[in-house]
Structure formats: structure tokens, C-alpha cells
């Protein structure tokens, strides 16, 4: 299966869940649903990767997710972000999103 490295910023649409997933992503003109996340993990400033964990940490992450559009298309995607808890919720901050590659 050939991949194309993407490496350019998306908007991204985000679903109301905790932690919210991807529901939609803006790549150029075109504006892909997602059908279905097929996977996900993240990465802490220490580049440690931690599969399939919720234990959300205060600092720097990369938050990947592998996406089926509804199209049939497989994309990697991530977001940048710092993770902070205020009054018990998780929210992001200065959380820029990107289109990693296409599978």
C-alpha cells in the first residue's frame, strides 16, 4: 500500500465526547467525514509513545488518530497540544491539528 506524507495543517471538527475525536477535517478545498476512528495514540514531550491510554498528562502531547473517511480513504492525522485540567475537565490549549498521511 503506498503512502503519501501530507504535512500540512487541517480544520478539524470535533465530536462532543471526553476526550472529543475527530468527526470531520478541512484538507485544502475538500472537507472529509469520518467514518470510522481506527485507531489512536499519543506521544509526550519525552517522545515515549503511549498506546491506547487515557492518563492525560499536563504538558506538551501529540495526539494521533488513523481515520477511514467515508470515502474509504485511510488518514493519519495529529494535534499538537498542551493537556490542562480546570475544575476537573480536560480542555486544550493552543492545539494546532495536521494531515500526517494518507494510507
Given amino acids: ?12 471538527k470535533l465530536s462532543d465526547d471526553d476526550p472529543p475525536v475527530p468527526v470531520a477535517f478541512r484538507l485544502g478545498d475538500k472537507e472529509y467525514k469520518v467514518a470510522d476512528v481506527l485507531q489512536h495514540w499519543q506521544e509526550h514531550a519525552s517522545g ?34 498542551l493537556a490542562t485540567r480546570r475544575q476537573g475537565r480536560r480542555r486544550q490549549e493552543k492545539s494546532k491539528w495536521f494531515a500526517y498521511r494518507r494510507l
Fill in 1 to 12: 500500500m503506498p503512502v503519501e506524507f501530507i504535512g500540512k495543517p487541517i480544520e478539524v
Fill in 48 to 81: 515515549q509513545a503511549i498506546r491506547g491510554h487515557d492518563d492525560w498528562r499536563s504538558g506538551p502531547q501529540r495526539l494521533y488518530y488513523r481515520l477511514r473517511t467515508t470515502e474509504g480513504e485511510v488518514y493519519e492525522v495529529y494535534v499538537d497540544w
